[in-house]
């Protein structure tokens, strides 16, 4: 599955929201940012002790001593400074847009007992484990992948759930040990060899939060670079912090664009994979994996990870704004199938693209209400006609119509179910973990959200890059897109009542996180990956092919190592690679130790034009490929396709040897990239 790519033509690339029964009342700016010694309170405002959290923690009155305010995430300048979000609630509100709701909306509700947790065990994949029947081999499969923090958290949502059925229906529920029995967790390899690490199983009690690491002043982070390894489950490496008895190394700093830690991955011999590299049928179960370990971290963390139920989504009357993304996307795919980003969106982010970076107060100062709405009107009449033109386009409408389009989805962008989750972020003292348990959320956010968050967030940090003529710094941009992304029709959530200067750092620090760590957050954990790898094996059954014309020659290259006696353990010494879009003959080079993917690419490009590298002004007659093409190694690709993965796109630092190894009955398939 490739990245969600925009239109060359265009040229750019859960807080738990219950409905109010009135607009809720205007708030005060001076009053939220203008006092004196406030932010020495804001990392106790934001819940960030070491003790467990169970909702969001009451505001403590207690004056900070001065010399505490090195220890806020958020500096002391940008305390003060959050301006930018009163100011676009106000503005949401002065334009009316606030309504009565008639509970038709998406913004969710509270779950039932027992029923968050019903809810959670059918998205991962584990609602039959409810039933009366015993394991079969899909879910035998399935926790055999699991390490033993995610199948302690399996554990207490099967036993939460067998207490709220017993009270609520008086009726015999299965026990937790009948359905595990004498199953015990395996340790999982990471998807790059190394081996999970041991904990012992979580005790019946309530988990203890890991102690909080000492604040790091800024100037101890800013500029270092960090590793960040996703080569085991993030609940394994919080559980062994706790069981040496060891404090995170994240720690919590001033926040400000310029003590931001960098964090790198270390790169393991099968590389990295993107979200983009992997198909849509592995992405799910990507994301059922990251449900399962979101909440044993969580768990470890000794947080109370918040979910709402989506509730039912109103009929849209419009074909552009308050429409779902996936309805969006369906009208698009008539007219551009590969169409990942909705059109509209993508409209609007190239007109502020081209007339909006480097204009001053962009995304903050408010367009014209009258223009507003009549260019919303405009749009909903003429976009799909292509009628519509973006010449005129004011920069700060265009940034007003981009605002509106996110702040009216249907359901919110983070999604109603999973937004109290990211509002949780914050509460999490080291930010190493926060990140942790963000990453796991955009991977359990749906694909139209996800790609659609994607794009916004590069944009985001384009207009972030134009700071010097713009005036928008990384928090200023922060702040002005919290309460669209947060506050679900401008509607501050009932939880959060009396507490808006929490909800105010906590959303501005997601997004702060989001724009900033982007590039880290669009990863696949390599646990995850071999994860998937373990349940495909174990399932006894090859993953259906995404592309169908290589079926034939797949089936044929197995019959041959069949017959020639070869199986996973006898590892051959040349590598035959086969060509998705020349199907001629194979491609063989050596299978070394030292070979990786860019040496087969290299080779191939060679192949291919024999004599081209150097010359200028001469096309091969022999070449296969423009010479055009040949100069863009980004546009070749090699995937390994079957086997224990349906289709996925290799890093060109990864070797190939311990691909094979990893999946000894795939196949290695060059391919051009997708435009």
Excluded at 103 to 127: A, F, I, N
Excluded at 509 to 522: K, T
């Amino acid at each position: 599955m490739a990245e969600p790519a925009l239109l060359s033509t265009v040229q750019m690339e859960r807080l738990a929201p219950v409905s109010l029964a009135s607009p809720c009342p205007r708030i005060p700016r001076a009053h939220i940012a203008r006092q004196p010694g406030c932010c020495a309170q804001h990392r106790t405002d934001l819940g960030c002790s070491s003790g467990p959290v169970s909702q969001l923690p009451q505001k403590n009155p207690r004056r900070a001593h001065p010399a505490d305010r090195s220890h806020s995430r958020v500096s002391s300048a940008e305390s003060l400074s959050l301006d930018g979000f009163w100011m676009e609630v106000e503005q949401i509100q002065q334009r009316a847009e606030l309504r009565e709701e008639d509970g038709s909306g998406g913004e969710g509700r509270p779950p039932e007992e027992g029923e968050t947790e019903s809810q959670w065990l059918q998205d991962t994949g584990l609602s039959d484990l409810l039933g009366g029947l015993g394991l079969d081999s899909h879910h035998r499969g399935l926790l055999s992948t699991l390490t033993q923090t995610q199948v302690a958290a399996v554990r207490r949502r099967l036993a939460i759930y067998a207490r709220s059925a017993r009270r609520r229906y008086k009726a015999p529920v299965r026990d937790v040990r009948d359905i595990f029995g004498g199953f015990n967790s395996g340790e999982t390899p990471s998807e790059n060899g190394h081996s999970g690490m041991k904990w012992t199983q979580l005790g019946s009690g309530s988990p203890k939060s890991p102690p909080a690491a000492e604040p790091e002043g800024p100037q101890a982070q800013a500029g270092m670079e960090q590793a960040f390894h996703m080569d085991s489950a993030y609940s394994e490496q919080a559980a062994l912090l706790l069981q040496r008895g060891r404090q995170p190394t994240g720690g919590t700093c001033a926040w400000s664009k310029g003590s931001l830690p960098k964090f790198r991955i270390p790169k393991g011999r099968l590389g990295l994979t993107r979200i983009g590299d992997l198909s849509s049928q592995d992405l799910k179960k990507i994301a059922a994996l990251a449900l399962i370990e979101l909440t044993a971290l969580c768990d470890v963390l000794g947080l109370d990870l918040k979910r709402s139920k989506a509730g039912k989504q109103k009929a849209a009357e419009t074909r552009l704004f308050g429409v779902p993304l996936e309805a969006l996307l369906e009208a698009d795919r008539k007219a551009l199938p590969s169409t990942q980003v909705p059109l509209v969106l993508q409209a609007l982010l190239s007109c502020l693209e081209k007339r909006g970076l480097d204009m001053e107060g962009i995304l903050r100062v408010p367009g014209s209400q009258a223009r507003v709405k009549g260019l919303e009107q405009k749009l909903e009449r003429d976009f799909h006609t292509g009628l519509f033109s973006w010449d005129e386009v004011h920069h700060n409408d265009a940034s007003d119509l981009l605002k509106r389009f996110i702040r009216e989805l249907p359901a919110p962008l983070l999604t109603a179910e999973y937004l109290p989750a990211f509002a949780v972020v914050p509460n999490i003292p080291d930010l190493r973990q926060r990140l942790q348990a963000l990453h796991l959320l955009i991977l359990i956010l749906p694909e139209p959200n996800r790609n659609t968050l994607k794009a916004l967030l590069e944009f985001l940090r384009k207009v972030v890059a134009q700071e010097q003529s713009n005036k928008m710094t990384l928090w200023n941009v922060s702040t002005v897109m919290a309460p669209n992304l947060f506050l679900h029709r401008g509607q501050p959530p009932k939880l959060l009542k009396g507490r808006e200067k929490q909800l105010a750092e906590g959303a501005a620090e997601v997004v702060q996180m989001m724009v900033h760590y982007q590039d880290l957050l669009w990863m696949v954990s390599s646990f995850l990956v071999a994860q998937v790898r373990n349940l495909n094996d174990s399932s006894s059954r090859r993953p259906q092919l995404c592309d169908t014309g290589l079926k034939t020659w797949l089936r044929r290259t197995h019959a041959d190592r069949d017959k020639e006696g070869d199986g996973p353990e006898a590892t051959p010494t040349v590598a035959k690679i086969q060509v998705a879009w020349l199907i001629k003959d194979t491609l063989e080079v050596p299978l070394t130790p030292s070979t990786k993917v860019a040496h087969v690419l290299r080779q191939f490009t060679e192949r291919l034009s024999p004599g081209l590298q150097g010359q200028e002004g001469n096309e091969d007659k022999d070449s296969l490929l423009p010479r055009s093409r040949l100069r863009k190694s980004a546009d070749i690709v090699l995937y390994e396709v079957g086997g224990n993965l349906s289709e996925h796109r290799l890093d060109p630092d990864a070797y190939l040897l311990d691909l094979y190894r990893a999946n000894p009955y795939g196949a290695w398939v060059i391919k051009q990239s997708p435009p």
